[in-house]
């Protein structure tokens, strides 16, 4: 089983709020989890990597792994509408690192 | 800022046509990968290549689909005839030594 779930949402959220985005995964084999941004018909952009549990922050970004469940998360603070856009978790996995992406979670960030 | 470059952005052909998608990687990466990404669903991976051989392959990609790097620089993903199946989008990526990939914008197939 090489599975990463992510919930589609649509998630919609006022300008401002905190967005919380979250994925499990099953197989305790990945070890290096990924957030992607993706806009509407345009390549996924890196914006996170983390290695272990515990939080890494980058900007208004700050991404959660919690290995003992098996369950990583992206907050958002402060967002803005241009944050809104399709998120996608990801993981590489075995010998080539190909990437094993969840489905995206839609956000839309209301003015 | 280095990025991977694509082309074509839309390419529209008939069922049964060959295609070629071509990538450009950024100039110092190791590794080099095609994903696609049928509308509405997971980015799905196809196969990965380094060292000038493919390194893995998934189930999606059978012998309908090749790739290559011609001359150094240009990474390319064949379709030698296409269906109506293949349309997605195809995302090249790469990557360096550590786990990060870096993706294109990402090339339209549209099969009729």
């Known amino acids: 089983q090489k599975e990463v779930e992510q919930d589609p949402g649509p998630l919609s959220v006022p300008e401002g709020a905190i967005v919380s985005l979250n994925c499990t995964y099953s197989n305790s084999a990945f070890q290096y989890f990924m957030w992607y941004r993706q806009y509407s018909r345009k390549g996924p952009e890196l914006l996170m990597y983390t290695y272990s549990s515990g939080n890494k922050e980058d900007g208004r970004f700050t991404a959660q792994v919690d290995k003992s469940s098996k369950y990583i998360s992206l907050f958002i603070r402060d967002s803005q509408p241009s944050d809104s856009a399709t998120y996608l978790c990801?993981?590489?996995?075995?010998?080539?690192?190909?990437?094993?992406f969840g489905q995206g979670t839609r956000l839309t960030i209301n003015p | 800022e280095p990025e991977v470059t694509q082309t074509p952005s839309h390419q529209v052909t008939q069922m049964g046509q060959e295609v070629i998608l071509r990538c450009v990687p950024i100039?110092?990466?190791?590794?080099f990968y095609w994903y696609r990404q049928i509308l509405g669903q997971k980015v799905e991976f196809l196969v990965s290549?380094?060292?000038?051989?493919?390194?893995?392959k998934s189930e999606i990609f059978d012998d309908q689909f090749s790739v290559e790097r011609p001359d150094g620089s240009n990474f390319t993903l064949k379709i030698r005839s296409t269906k109506l199946e293949d349309s997605a989008m195809y995302f090249c990526?790469?990557?360096?030594?550590?786990?990060?990939?870096?993706f294109g914008p990402g090339t339209r197939l549209t099969v009729t």
């Open positions: 990526a790469t990557r360096l030594e550590g786990y990060e990939q870096y």
């Open positions: 290549f380094y060292n000038n051989e493919i390194s893995e």
């Open positions: 990801a993981s590489p996995f075995q010998g080539a690192q190909k990437l094993v």
């Open positions: 100039s110092n990466h190791l590794y």
